[in-house]
């Protein structure tokens, strides 16, 4: 792209950045049916019965780290998205197709309206005061 | 994978998980205060703009940064087996209030870092955070060579609500912003207890 012959071919300039490729992994989709709003410290789960996903035909290798990675500690959207490379937008995608397909499954962070629980507040100065 | 099977049977604990968000201005000690007390390195996560973001996306001033990706970066605090908690560095600039938006639902509280030198970079945070409702707390992050102030001056100068705590730290060691997180959470279980006080009257 940056060889001048032929970016004048390309309706997009180097200055569009590289909006084609990580959405190319989610086949251009930017939402999935299984996707519920995802928050960023929700937390992804390996199902414990998960079989093998290589064998799944249907997975790309990015999904197949993600059930890996869930599957020896549970992680947050934002660790995996950090951990994998990808925005934000494209690991919510993959997240949604692996619920859909029953190999993984995603604990809500507790709910805003609920959040200011007083025990849960105490034990975190507990927790931060031991550190 | 490598990953054994051995644990079959016994699933993983899933945590219970928090965040706290830092904001403040460009260059005031974000990372560096993620940095001092989370347990991994602070990690970048990354989100594409939108195309509705571009118009207003004017990266005058900020050339060497990308123009299509937002970075936040971000720690982790393990409380317990049970219960993490993130801290999130805000993006520095207002124009990515979206991305404010998301990270500040279900926030338990933000730590506005403020430079007595441009306390003028946090005022957005501020307004940003009083709107909402989201409580807050101001930390001076006493840089080397800036004059000190006391608490009093920056709270007047930031025209902020009595109940908003303004407290000194040093954004590089840990202790000190133990004593801020500590601060925060605190102020957060004032805030909602004066909420439930307002909702029963």
Same mark, same amino acid.
């Given at each position: 792209m940056s060889e001048d012959g032929q970016a004048?071919?390309?309706?997009?300039?180097?200055?569009?950045? $590289?909006?084609?490729?990580?959405?190319a992994m989610t086949r251009?989709? /930017? /939402? =999935? $049916?299984?996707?519920?709003?995802?928050?960023?410290?929700a937390v992804v789960v390996t199902e414990p019965?998960?079989?093998? $996903?290589? =064998?799944? $035909?249907?997975?790309s290798p990015e999904h197949v780290e993600i059930v890996g990675l869930c599957r020896g500690a549970p992680q947050s959207v934002a660790e995996l998205a950090a951990e994998l490379t990808l925005p934000i937008g494209v690991v919510r995608v993959l997240i949604g197709d692996l619920v859909h397909a029953k190999l993984v499954h995603v604990t809500r962070p507790v709910p805003p309206a609920e959040l200011p629980d007083e025990s849960i507040l105490r034990d975190v100065i507990n927790g931060l005061r031991a550190l | 994978m490598i990953f054994g099977r051995s644990e079959r049977g016994k699933p993983p604990v899933e945590p219970v998980t928090l965040k706290i968000l830092v904001a403040g201005g @460009?260059?005031?000690g974000k990372t560096t205060l993620v940095g001092a007390?989370?347990?991994?390195r602070p990690l970048r996560t990354e989100e594409q703009l939108s195309e509705t973001g571009?118009?207003?996306?004017?990266?005058s001033g900020v050339e060497?940064?990308?123009?299509?990706t937002v970075a936040m970066d971000f720690g982790r605090i393990t409380l317990r087996e049970d219960l993490v908690l993130y801290l999130f560095g805000t993006?520095?600039?207002?124009?990515f209030w979206f991305m404010w938006d998301e990270l500040s639902e279900g926030a338990l509280g933000a730590v506005v870092l403020a430079d007595t030198r441009r306390l003028e970079d946090c005022f957005a945070a501020v307004d940003y955070f009083e709107r909402r409702s989201i409580p807050f707390l101001v930390s001076v992050?006493? @840089?080397?060579?800036a004059d000190r102030y006391p608490a009093e001056a920056v709270r007047q100068a930031l025209d902020l609500d009595d109940g908003v705590p303004v407290v000194l730290c040093d954004a590089r060691e840990r202790g000190s912003v133990k004593e801020v997180l500590i601060g925060l959470v605190r102020h957060a279980m004032d805030h909602a207890a004066d909420r439930r006080e307002a909702a029963l009257n």
């Open positions: 004048r071919n390309h309706w997009f300039d180097d200055e569009a950045g $590289p909006v084609v490729r990580p959405y251009g989709r /930017t /939402t =999935s $049916p299984a996707q519920h709003r995802l928050d960023l410290i019965d998960a079989g093998d $996903p290589e =064998s799944d $035909p249907g997975l | @460009f260059g005031v007390v989370s347990e991994i571009r118009p207003v996306d004017d990266t060497s940064k990308s123009t299509t993006p520095g600039q207002e124009r992050n006493c @840089f080397e060579g």
